[in-house]
């Protein structure tokens, strides 16, 4: 991920090494719906539930959000979750999960989805550095990011 991160401007450099490598996030915060890894990397409804706080806490304190990338479904509808939990319908036939997909929300944030970049899914191509890379380069487009 961060080699596209950096390739698209929103990393300093292409590789996260250790917490102190010097790596630095522009105009980018990640985070994840599910705060540990959960057997065979498929965490349960119960599991989502109890992380929810945390993913809460964190959207509420960022508070100039353009852009939202949801990598995976899980992330996608964790989105779709949280704004059902501030108060926004978000009816979830009204947003369907798939790569490059892309949403104005009722927040006004863009939803712009993208497959997970798990080796699951870069191994067999079904997500390129290419379609992984031009998503990255929508989400600076419609940030109204230079580059």
Do not use: W
Not at 2 to 29: E, M
Not at 96 to 105: I, P, S
Not at 116 to 121: C, G, L, T
């Amino acid at each position: 991920m961060y080699p596209i991160l950096h390739k698209t401007g929103f990393a300093s450099q292409p590789n996260a090494d250790r917490i102190d490598d010097g790596l630095r996030l522009t105009d980018a915060y990640i985070t994840a719906a599910v705060r540990c890894a959960p057997p065979d990397n498929k965490p349960s409804p119960e599991e989502i539930a109890a992380c929810a706080p945390f993913l809460d806490a964190e959207m509420e304190a960022l508070k100039e959000v353009k852009v939202v990338v949801a990598l995976g479904r899980i992330g996608f509808e964790a989105y779709l979750n949280y704004l059902k939990r501030t108060g926004f319908a978000v009816p979830k036939k009204d947003y369907l999960f798939g790569h490059a997909a892309e949403y104005k929300m009722p927040n006004g944030v863009t939803l712009l989805a993208s497959y997970h970049p798990s080796n699951q899914n870069t191994a067999t191509g079904k997500l390129t550095a290419k379609m992984f890379t031009d998503v990255f380069k929508r989400a600076r487009k419609l940030a109204g990011l230079a580059g």
